[in-house]
């Protein structure tokens, strides 16, 4: 496994420890208390405002804006959409998680017309979610992954290049393509897809990490390493997806440097 010289996981955790980012969200109404939990066990504020009268005012004090559309609504997309444009104007990033995209018409639809009336600074999903807005043969079973046909390093990378932004597809291995480098990130445990919401709150600490690293790969990168480096410390302590939804939330809080560094599964493509 190569390690990556530039990358200092514990450093941008660390980061997001003592500067507390706001993060605001706009998110799935069926995860947002376990995206709000871990948002804060890593270290940062989470605060989640939806209502279109003050999404531009909270956007405008966040570190970064995370918007997913896992219980999506018309109206829900178009308040994203405007929380995404002030966020651009301010330069804050935006980490969007197109949850269900291939699913249904109106899920596909709502993640073109989020990418395309603003800019999406990490676009997050699973091979399916992403092999569909990218135009590959690809299948999504209501907001999981049925398949992908082809390379999804290729996929990824073909999106990103298209959408100049950053693509983190998440699976038994993450890839985060974007600036030219390619991310394979495989740390995590199967126990982490025996509960509801650990790809939203992937998206959250992607969010976590965006706030404080303007290299939006490395730290999308990094979040989801560290992320996945929690869920398999807690899988150790765990009997069961009750217990393990705890331990999860403690790893997450207790994440040391000698942790990260000696389970960090991270390589570096160009």
Known sequence: ??????????GMLG?????????????????????ANMTRVFGALPVMAHAREEVEEMTGIAGALVLNIGTLTPELVDTMIVAAKAANKRKIPVVFDAVGTGATRLRTDSAMKILAEARVDVLKGNYGEIGVLAGA????????SA???GDPQ???????SQLKNTVAMTGRTDIVSGNGTT?????????????????????????????VEEDY???????????????EIASTRAEGPGTFKEAF??????????????????????
Not at 2 to 10: C, E, I, K, S, T
Not at 22 to 34: F, K
Not at 189 to 205: D, L, R
Not at 220 to 231: E, F, N
């Open 15 to 35: 980061k997001v420890r003592q500067t507390k980012p706001l993060i605001h969200h706009i998110t799935n109404w069926v995860t947002i208390y376990d995206c």
């Open 249 to 270: 939330y403690d790893a997450a809080y207790g994440l040391n440097r000698s942790e990260i560094e000696s389970m960090l599964k991270v390589r570096k493509l160009r």
């Open 183 to 211: 991310y394979l990130i495989d740390n995590g445990s199967p126990m982490m897809g025996c509960i509801v919401g650990t790809g939203c709150m992937a998206a959250s600490i992607i969010g976590c990490f965006c706030a």
């Open 1 to 10: 496994m190569r390690r990556l010289n530039d990358m200092d996981a514990y």
């Open 147 to 149: 398949g992908l046909e």
């Open 137 to 144: 043969k690809a299948q999504v079973k209501g907001v999981e």
């Open 217 to 231: 790969a490395l730290a999308s990168a990094a979040a989801l390493a560290c992320y996945g480096i929690a869920g």
């Open 154 to 160: 290729q996929v990824a990378l073909r999106l990103s």
